[in-house]
């Protein structure tokens, strides 16, 4: 027999946790790439669409991101490395040499948690000190914020909005933070998936991902400068990428914002006002 649902008190009392805790993750939606390139262009990263933006998470490491410094040197490419701010204040060596070699720190945050519980206060505080380390070692004031897991929760949006940064995702990455990644994998992923305007996730460092995993995104790194060259675009940090909303900054490019990115072939400049 089939028991009727009768509303008691319990369950309208556990109504508000519902709509809070919706209140709290709703926004985080936005990581789904689709829904985010169609509809979040800016958060989404696009921009330029001669330009693909190179962009890397959770260093700074002592033991891998050199690597990354160097065969970046070696590419003549400059790149935003979304750094953590305990990274930073554990490892500020590395984190100087990123802003000496030209590369553009952004923030990702404090730690790398997942945000289970709304929590303002601490958002807002752990955001600020990130912002504060990254600012002393970087030499400037970071301008992009990208949460860990790309969760951005309601709490998160409004603490990098008080802390004067913008959010940005991606629109490719190259499941280089697997176990089983390897430099072929990692190119082809981002192969199917790149196109003018876009921006390019990869990882300097195994922090939160599999233990060496980060050699993956090394190895494939060439490759993936290669692909993007040969097909016109030029690859550069998010300052340079015109990111669709943000002004460029002074000096680094025509200020021009690209189009929403659709239906253009992988590695294919897209054409201006394409929609
Ligand atoms: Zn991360």
Not at 146 to 154: A, K, M, N, V
Request: hydrophobic letters at 40%; charged letters at 20%.
């Amino acid at each position: 027999m089939r028991e009727s649902f009768h509303a008691g008190p319990a369950a309208y009392a556990v109504a508000p946790v519902v709509v809070a805790a919706l209140a709290h993750i709703g926004p985080a939606a936005t990581w789904l790439p689709g829904l985010r390139r169609r509809r979040f262009p800016g958060l989404a990263g696009l921009g330029r669409p001669d330009h693909v933006a190179l962009t890397f998470d959770d260093g700074p490491d002592p033991t891998s991101t050199p690597h990354f410094l160097d065969l970046l040197d070696g590419l003549g490419v400059r790149a935003t490395f979304f750094v953590l701010g305990e990274n930073v204040v554990r490892h500020p060596a590395p984190a100087r040499e990123l802003a000496r070699r030209g590369h553009e720190l952004a923030v990702h945050g404090w730690a790398h948690d997942r945000p289970w519980l709304p929590s303002p206060a601490r958002d807002t505080r752990e955001l600020r000190h990130a912002v504060r380390a990254v600012a002393e070692a970087a030499g400037r004031v970071p301008r992009w914020y990208r949460p860990p897991y790309g969760i951005l929760t309601s709490g998160r949006w409004a603490a990098a909005r008080r802390a004067g940064l913008r959010p940005v995702l991606w629109t490719t990455w190259g499941r280089d933070w697997r176990q089983d990644a390897t430099p072929a994998s990692v190119r082809a992923t981002v192969a199917a998936d790149v196109r003018g305007g876009g921006t390019i996730l990869l990882h300097d460092t195994d922090h939160a991902c599999a233990p060496g995993s980060w050699r993956a995104a090394l190895g494939a790194l060439p490759d993936i400068v290669r692909d993007c060259r040969e097909a016109g675009l030029t690859v550069g940090p998010l300052e340079e990428h015109g990111v669709v909303g943000a002004a460029l900054c002074p000096g680094t490019g025509p200020s021009v914002c690209g189009p929403v990115m659709s239906g253009a072939s992988p590695f294919r400049p897209a054409a201006p006002g394409q929609p």
